[in-house]
């Protein structure tokens, strides 16, 4: 296995084959439209739904072809699977028969080994294990992709030109996924923490929400480009900003004091726990 840290931006054009689209939520549905953004045409994408209404209405808003589960496993090259990990195995046991070797799956959830899907499906179906996060709604999304055992290099970059449509693209080791989880999985999560915490703060100093609101989100949005742009480390960045004796290094003496560095640290070790745990209890 030869996984790398190599990472694809947007803008794949690797040509694609038929692609079924299994559970259409709020990933599935950020897959299906990243998919066609990208330029994918909806001839060559299957959903697979089962409540009728909201199978209507994605092939009204996208114009792909609804179909059953079993139809779309059987049609398409690469099979990308997108239910809650608890509807997995249900999902899996129905559409294994129709699964052929050659055929790829990919799937989307969180603590679903390889190893498990593998157990699920029949011998020389490739597999891939994908850890995507919610900023591919927007295709700023960060995906860590692992590869099964019958996976070869074809079907990885499938799998990256897939994910490449929402986002930026990583291959790491599957032993990796769970610290994966804990870091870009959940990382959304832990940046509006500290804008709801920094804008709350805003509002104490005496500024109106809003101010507050449009203050600290463009701070955000602000330094996360400066940070892709100039490739600068972030203690470079921080220190341009902290003057000897001034406003910033007051403020940061205080997150050290308060130990907000270690909590961060502890805190994403009990997401990386926390995904192991779940992922053992999958497989
Ligand atoms: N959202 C995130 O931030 C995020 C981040 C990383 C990974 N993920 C992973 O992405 C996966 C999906 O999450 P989600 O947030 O998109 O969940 P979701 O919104 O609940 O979507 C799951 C969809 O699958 C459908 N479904 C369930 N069983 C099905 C079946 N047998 N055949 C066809 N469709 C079926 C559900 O339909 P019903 O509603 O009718 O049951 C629902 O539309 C999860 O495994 C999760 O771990 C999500």
Redesign the pocket.
């Known amino acids: 296995m030869t996984d790398t840290t190599e990472t694809t931006g947007t803008g794949d054009t690797r040509s694609p084959g038929q692609v079924a689209i ?9 897959l299906l439209s990243g998919l066609l953004r990208a330029g994918r045409p909806a001839a060559s994408l299957l959903v ?4 009728s209404e ?1 199978a209507a209405e994605l092939h009204e808003r996208y114009g792909v072809e609804v179909v059953p ?1 079993r139809d779309a496993a059987r049609k398409a090259d690469t099979v990308v699977v ?4 608890q ?2 195995g ?2 899996l046991a ?1 559409i294994a028969p129709d699964l052929r070797a050659g055929q790829l799956v990919v799937s ?5 080994t390889t190893s498990f899907i593998e157990s699920h499906i029949p011998e020389g179906v490739a597999v891939v294990r994908v ?4 900023p591919a709604l927007v295709d700023e999304g960060m995906a860590a992709i692992s590869r099964g055992s019958h996976c070869d290099e074809g079907h990885l970059a499938e799998a990256e030109s897939l994910l490449a449509s929402t986002g930026r693209v990583v291959r790491v080791p599957e032993k990796q996924q769970d610290a994966v989880t804990a870091i870009s ?1 959940s990382g959304p999560a832990y940046i509006f923490f500290v804008v709801e915490a920094m804008i709350e703060a805003g509002v104490h100093l005496g500024l109106p929400r809003t101010t507050s609101t449009e203050l600290v989100v463009q701070t955000v949005v602000g330094s996360a480009k400066l940070l892709r742009e100039t490739g600068e480390h972030p203690t470079v960045l921080r220190e341009q900003v902290t003057s000897p004796g001034g406003t910033t290094a007051a403020a940061v003496r205080q997150l050290e004091d308060h130990k907000v560095r270690a909590a961060f640290l502890t805190a994403m070790e009990a997401a990386r726990d926390r995904s192991r745990a779940l992922a053992e209890g999958s497989s």
């Open positions: 299994l559970g259409a939520g709020v990933m599935g549905e950020t697979g739904e089962k409540r909201r589960n997108v239910v809650k990990p509807d997995m249900d999902l129905e989307l959830a969180a603590g679903i850890m995507p996060n919610t999985g």
